[in-house]
């Protein structure tokens, strides 16, 4: 053998790192940069990215999880009193939920500041989507940051990837991008300057905002790379009021001193622009009735006298009756659902126009109407200053005027409590909330049949005490929602109205509720099943099949047996929950009291009676579109149908 020569090792020559820069990893780079972003309305500054929820895997624990870490998040740094440049951390328990926090926590903060939301790869990134639909339908802003497989391909497939043999840049986190308003994968660590900007761009633009991903493959969260100073720097995004052009709005006006029987229609637009006092100086010198949506209810207090309540399917009777009479409606921020427009059906003038002020000119387009595109707030300043002079018809003002003073003594009579020792409707236990609860007071909804009662009966007495989510109606959404309200309002009573329906769904989030201290209240009425959809289920003809919690009668036997032997009370205290369980109206009306003074997370358990047509709430006032069987034998379907073609031939297009 040839003898090796010794070799003398070679000295490194020290790595020059480029001026103005900082050596991070991708995801150390994101979380700081994340910190450091704000946004500015009318003088007032907040942080944008509040807080970041997260549940760690493989696929984020080493770059997002380990950034967290290091930038000073698990020392002394809580979410109602972040520390400048530090991201706080709140740990989840379902992803899902995750995003349904930091969506009631953008909703609660008029869309100005929201929370990002951190996961796994695989069934942690695909359990986003959900969450990413509702934030992205009601246009609320959620940073996602689901991880992803790894870039470089260094073994395929990797744990959870999905291998698609068509595509090789394809992963579970596509699903995301038809519920994101944008969405970027992140291959190389310098890719994350634009995305992160796009990110931002989006999240702060409240005519394009909702969900927004940012998929981070985990090889690429823990590369480092030499970042400019100047990304990482403070970041400050105004959030501008954009007036609307003078021609569209001297048309509006002009509209409006013509109509007969004009009527404003207010959906959430009027909230996320803080808009409540702008209408209120509109109606209080015009006398222009308004009728809300479920997003809307709440622009005015229900004891003005312009206020008709909710409008649509879940309407009021005099909103609905001057909606069917309107020569002229008037739509600002809402999306004109099917639920607010009664599957086409509800404004039946057969001259009826439409003028929408709408930050958003795919929703300012609809119903053929005037489109006139701006802020809501500056619209509705404008408009009252062209209208100077004008007042509503008084023979309108009188008709309306005594169709609420009517509709407010059938809600008095719903809501009333009966003898004390009985046990509750459901509409009832809203009675008895009613009488608790003041100003300061935020109550939470999303699905079932509540949804529909709060809008015909709520009484809602401040701008943003009324939070139901009924663009997705999605169950399961109330708890986590209520976690992100509180957050954002702090100090405030925060109620969760679940059924039990949607209580199953989701309540892992009481977990978080009690671990962060947040005096969350929660009200369980249990009346063993989807009572809504049964509900509905009955008039369409499927005869409430399926909907009931209820043991099989025999093997194989429908689902006519005893309810369920569930006890929904004990699961919530087995989850850390104070819980109250309340039988009649006398323990409900304590159960209630106790829970609003509570400084921790507090359950109220009852179960509900069913209804009566004395106790129950009113009667839908306008006509919802479910298809029923075109043929069928079962009788209950085919009297079904009948009733269902007489509704459609009422519909109409407006155009």
């Not at 509750?424 to 609860?437: F, K, Y």
């Not at 109620?495 to 199953?504: E, H, Q, S």
Request: charged share 20%; with cysteine.
């Amino acid at each position: 053998m040839t003898p090796t020569t010794p070799t003398t090792p070679a000295t490194l020559t020290p790595v020059t790192r480029p001026a103005g820069t900082v050596r991070l990893t991708t995801a150390q780079a994101l979380v700081r940069f994340l910190a450091a972003q704000y946004t500015e309305r009318d003088g007032h500054r907040q942080r944008l990215i509040a807080a970041t929820w997260g549940i760690f895997g493989h696929g984020n624990v080493a770059g997002v999880g380990q950034a967290l870490l290091e930038s000073g998040a698990a020392a002394n740094n809580p979410w109602d009193d972040p520390r400048p440049g530090v991201m706080p951390f709140v740990q989840g328990r379902n992803e899902q939920a995750m995003v349904h926090a930091a969506a009631g926590f953008a909703r609660q903060s008029r869309r100005l500041a929201t929370h990002a939301v951190t996961t796994s790869i695989g069934p942690g990134a695909t359990n986003l989507v959900t969450g990413a639909a509702l934030a992205t339908i009601n246009r609320l802003p959620v940073l996602l940051l689901p991880g992803d497989v790894f870039a470089t391909h260094p073994a395929d497939p990797v744990l959870q990837q999905l291998e698609v043999p068509y595509a090789g840049d394809v992963s579970v986190n596509d699903a995301l991008r038809p519920v994101s308003r944008y969405f970027d994968r992140v291959t190389r660590p310098e890719a994350l300057i634009p995305a992160a900007i796009q990110a931002m761009r989006v999240l702060t633009d409240p005519a394009d905002t909702g969900a927004v991903t940012l998929a981070l493959p985990q090889d690429v969260q823990a590369e480092a790379y030499d970042w400019p100073a100047e990304f990482l720097a403070e970041r400050v995004w105004p959030v501008r009021r954009p007036r609307p052009d003078a021609d569209a709005l001297a048309e509006a006006a002009r509209a409006v001193r013509a109509a007969r029987r004009p009527l404003l229609v207010v959906g959430g637009g009027i909230r996320h622009s803080g808009a409540e006092a702008a209408l209120r100086a509109l109606v209080d010198a015009t006398g222009i009735p308004v009728g809300a949506t479920q997003a809307g209810k709440g622009a005015l207090p229900y004891d003005h006298p312009c206020d008709l309540g909710g409008i649509g399917h879940t309407g009021t009777a005099p909103a609905d009756e001057a909606a069917r009479g309107a020569d002229l409606v008037i739509g600002v921020g809402t999306r004109w659902t099917d639920f607010t427009t009664a599957s086409a059906t509800l404004f039946a003038g057969p001259g009826v126009r439409f003028v929408n002020i709408n930050i958003t000119g795919f929703d300012a387009h609809k119903m053929a109407g005037l489109a006139v595109v701006a802020d809501a707030r500056a619209a509705l300043e404008e408009l009252t200053a062209a209208l100077a002079g004008h007042t509503a018809d008084p023979a309108h003002r009188a008709a309306y005027s005594a169709a609420k003073e009517a509709w407010e003594k059938r809600v008095t009579s719903a809501l009333a409590a009966p003898e004390p020792d009985a046990a509750p409707t459901q509409t009832q236990v809203l009675g008895l909330l009613d009488e608790l609860v003041t100003g300061e007071d935020i109550l939470i909804n999303a699905a079932g049949s509540l949804p529909g009662d709060l809008h015909k009966l709520w009484r809602t007495r401040s701008a943003d005490q009324y939070h139901v989510e009924y663009g997705y109606s999605c169950m399961g959404y109330e708890i986590p929602a209520a976690i992100g309200a509180a957050m954002a309002a702090p100090g405030r009573p925060v109620w969760a109205l679940v059924g039990d329906g949607t209580y199953l769904m989701n309540p892992t989030e009481l977990v978080t509720a009690v671990q962060e201290g947040v005096p969350i209240r929660v009200v369980i009425l249990d009346n063993h099943g989807y009572a809504s959809i049964g509900g509905l289920s009955e008039t369409v003809g499927a005869e409430g099949f399926g909907t009931a919690y209820r043991e099989r009668g025999r093997p194989g036997g429908p689902f006519d047996g005893p309810p369920l032997p569930l006890d929904l009370a004990a699961n919530a205290a087995s989850l850390g929950m104070h819980t109250i369980r309340a039988r009649t109206v006398r323990d409900l009306r304590e159960a209630l009291a106790e829970a609003r003074a509570a400084d921790r997370p507090t359950c109220v358990y009852v179960e509900t009676e069913t209804p009566d047509t004395v106790s129950g709430p009113p009667a839908a006032q306008a006509w919802w579109d479910v298809p029923v069987a075109e043929t069928a034998t079962r009788p209950s379907a085919v009297t079904a149908r009948e009733e269902y073609d007489r509704h459609v031939a009422a519909r109409r297009r407006h155009l």
